[in-house]
């Protein structure tokens, strides 16, 4: 059984800052990608951000370098920055470990 905690989000201003953070548990490998991705009623889930065992990041393209996502040594956290927000960066985020996904967050952002 795989657990993703989700933690942080709420509601900002457009150009504030928020940050959101995972914690897996469970049968896990240390090798195994994670990150995030987010979605808004009547659309598809998107990618927002993943990172590999080894550092190596993708983001989603709408980022344009406002998001980072960082993650433990211990691999099993991940931790996404979102700087320069947007009205349209609303959505529900979910975290991604292996196939399994968390409850989701929500993530508000007023103009």
């Known amino acids: 059984q795989v657990r993703l905690e989700e933690s942080g989000g709420g509601s900002v201003q457009a150009g504030e800052s928020l940050s959101l953070s995972c914690h897996a548990s469970?049968?896990?490998?240390?090798?195994?990608?994670m990150g995030w991705y987010r979605q808004t009623p009547g659309n598809e889930r998107e990618l927002v951000a993943l990172i590999t065992n080894y550092g190596y990041t993708n983001y989603g393209r709408f980022v344009r370098g406002r998001f980072s996502i960082t993650r433990a040594s211990d691999h099993m956290s991940v931790h996404l920055q979102m700087n320069s927000l947007k009205p349209e960066d609303t959505a529900v985020y979910y975290c991604?470990?292996?196939?399994?996904w968390g409850q989701g967050i929500q993530v508000t952002v007023s103009s």
């Open positions: 991604y470990r292996a196939g399994f």
């Open positions: 469970g049968s896990l490998s240390s090798a195994e990608t």
